[in-house]
């Protein structure tokens, strides 16, 4: 794993705990920045997944 995937991971763990804080406390702010982070952090381990997938593919093609 590299680092944007590891922080997407992260990211989308903090956004279901204030996602869920929202939904307990009644509180829509909330719950919608749980679903921003969750977002964000899909994207961010997408883009680690991309990268990692061109890395292996570089590395894949230099061998003879």
Do not use: H, Y
């Not at 964000?40 to 680690?48: F, N, S």
């Amino acid at each position: 794993m590299n680092e944007d995937q590891v922080k997407g991971v992260g990211e989308k763990v903090k956004g279901k705990i204030n996602e869920g804080v929202g939904k307990i406390t009644n509180d829509p702010a909330q719950e919608a920045k749980g679903d921003a982070q969750q977002i964000e952090g899909e994207v961010r381990k997408d883009v680690g997944d991309a990268k990692e997938d061109l890395k292996d593919a570089a590395d894949d093609a230099s061998k003879p």
